[in-house]
């Protein structure tokens, strides 16, 4: 099934988990892992684990007016 399928290099901006951090060596970070990072926290698992990133959560779309 397509919808239950985990994305292979999930986009990072558009995950629930990811945020920005005010660390200059660290500017990126992920809460489902619990990491900050100096890139894309989806890079960083993969070269830990890898595998993909399993945690990726699309963010809620708002409306923008």
């Given amino acids: 099934d397509k919808l239950l399928m985990k994305p292979k290099n999930p986009n990072c901006f558009d995950c629930h988990h990811f945020f920005v951090t005010w660390d200059q060596n660290f500017p990126r970070g992920c809460r489902a892992y619990g990491i900050k990072t100096p890139q894309i ?25």
Wanted: charged share 30%; glycine share 4%; hydrophobic share 25%.
């Fill in 41 to 65: 926290p989806s890079l960083e698992v993969q070269q830990a684990d890898g595998r993909p990133c399993m945690l990726f959560t699309p963010k809620k779309k708002t409306n923008k007016k």
